[in-house]
């Protein structure tokens, strides 16, 4: 039995170091901003390359509550992929804006030469998701935003620690959102996130509004909410992050070994974009007989996934912005396509012999 992901393995090659961790902090007898939540922001600001970060309860309120700072609200337009993961589209709604869908292009991620013709009036950011580990172009959506004078809010929950032309994605928007949802690259053991900022007004501003709006206890300066990172998770996180950079190593060993030896006509491979690296958070091929292949798949023991299956415009909790099949078809076209294959740290190569093997064996 081949797993889709398995999470054990990963905590088993450090695992004292994360038991040890998790028995300081409850030992502390502080749980709450405290020295292991200060201490991660200033480890993961340097580790991605800003002036700041801020520790957030997840992935999503680093989303809705960037664009709450930003000043998108109702009547404003964000422009987001159609093929994203539908917490991105949420960041966007919560706060009463309108995604505006751009489709994605063969690596899986915003069409960036499309972008412009979705501007309108109305527009106020772009949401560039670096979905699967991949980068957006993010040389092409930073020029768009300057002429067009519209913010960008990076989404990096699927890439912690890869690049763009050798920056780090994080660090060229007004604000990047980070998941530490635990199958992400530097994943918690429960729910966490942050977001990254070179911008000192940004970052001040997430850090009252995480706490009910407040500087100093009981003195509330905004109706905020409570989105705190928290002790355990942050200490967590501190003993993951100096593993990190060898987790995506290994991902990337784990990758090439796929690309080198998966060879089936009905399978297309992913993709990593000229100028991009890739922390390979999915190993995404495209196939028009998904449902087969799955199935196919699961018959021997071999699990993946789907990412995603509903694009996010075809979905019910957005019915009301009155989209339909056909008004997305790359989008609509992918999530039919999709399929993820093994990918984990600690999968063992006679595992992902078995994995090709059986891909390359399949037929319709
Ligand atoms: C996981 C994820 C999120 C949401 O993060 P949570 O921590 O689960 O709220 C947002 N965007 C993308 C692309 C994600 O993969």
């Known amino acids: 039995?081949?797993?889709?992901?398995?999470?054990?393995?990963?905590?088993?090659?450090?695992?004292?170091?994360?038991?040890?961790?998790?028995?300081?902090?409850?030992?502390?007898?502080?749980?709450?901003?405290?020295?292991?939540?200060?201490?991660?922001?200033?480890?993961?600001?340097?580790?991605?390359?800003?002036?700041?970060?801020?520790?957030?309860?997840?992935?999503?309120?680093?989303?809705?509550?960037?664009?709450?700072?930003?000043?998108?609200?109702?009547?404003?337009?964000?422009?987001?992929?159609?093929?994203?993961?539908?917490?991105?589209?949420?960041?966007?709604?919560?706060?009463?804006?309108?995604?505006?869908?751009?489709?994605?292009?063969?690596?899986?991620?915003?069409?960036?030469?499309?972008?412009?013709?979705?501007?309108?009036?109305?527009?106020?950011?772009?949401?560039?998701?670096?979905?699967?580990?991949?980068?957006?172009?993010?040389?092409?959506?930073?020029?768009i935003a300057h002429r067009h004078h519209l913010y960008v809010v990076e989404d990096c929950a699927q890439s912690h620690g890869n690049s763009w032309h050798g920056q780090k994605v994080g660090t060229f928007g007004d604000v990047a959102c980070f998941s530490f949802y635990p199958t992400k690259g530097c994943g918690a053991f429960g729910d966490a996130g942050c977001i990254t900022t070179n911008r000192k007004d940004l970052a001040d501003a997430f850090r009252v509004f995480r706490n009910y709006g407040s500087e100093k206890k009981y003195h509330n300066k905004v109706v905020g909410a409570n989105s705190r990172l928290d002790e355990l998770q942050a200490g967590l996180l501190r003993v993951k992050l100096q593993y990190l950079d060898e987790m995506n190593g290994e991902r990337n060993r784990v990758a090439d070994y796929y690309l080198e030896h998966l060879r089936n006509p009905l399978v297309r491979l992913p993709k990593v974009r000229p100028g991009a690296d890739s922390s390979w958070h999915q190993f995404v091929v495209h196939t028009e007989n998904r449902d087969a292949l799955k199935a196919y798949l699961a018959e021997q023991g071999i699990g993946t996934m789907i990412h995603y299956p509903i694009p996010p415009h075809l979905s019910e909790a957005y019915t009301y912005l009155g989209k339909k099949r056909g008004d997305y078809p790359i989008a609509e076209q992918y999530a039919d396509e999709v399929l993820s294959l093994p990918m984990y740290n600690g999968i063992t190569k006679a595992e992902q012999d078995t994995v090709i093997e059986a891909v390359n064996a399949f037929r319709i």
Not at 4 to 33: C, F, M, P, T
Not at 96 to 105: K, L, Q, R
Not at 128 to 143: E, N, R, Y
Request: net charge negative.
């Open 1 to 143: 039995m081949i797993l889709a992901n398995d999470l054990k393995r990963q905590y088993s090659l450090h695992a004292s170091e994360y038991e040890n961790k998790a028995v300081d902090v409850l030992r502390s007898g502080w749980y709450i901003l405290g020295q292991e939540v200060q201490a991660f922001e200033n480890e993961w600001a340097d580790y991605i390359g800003t002036d700041y970060a801020v520790g957030l309860a997840s992935g999503l309120d680093a989303l809705w509550i960037s664009f709450r700072l930003l000043g998108v609200h109702e009547g404003d337009e964000v422009i987001v992929s159609s093929n994203a993961y539908i917490a991105c589209v949420m960041g966007i709604t919560i706060n009463g804006a309108t995604p505006v869908f751009v489709e994605p292009d063969v690596y899986d991620n915003i069409d960036a030469d499309k972008i412009e013709a979705a501007i309108t009036p109305r527009t106020k950011a772009i949401l560039a998701v670096h979905l699967f580990g991949q980068s957006c172009d993010m040389t092409k959506i930073m020029d």
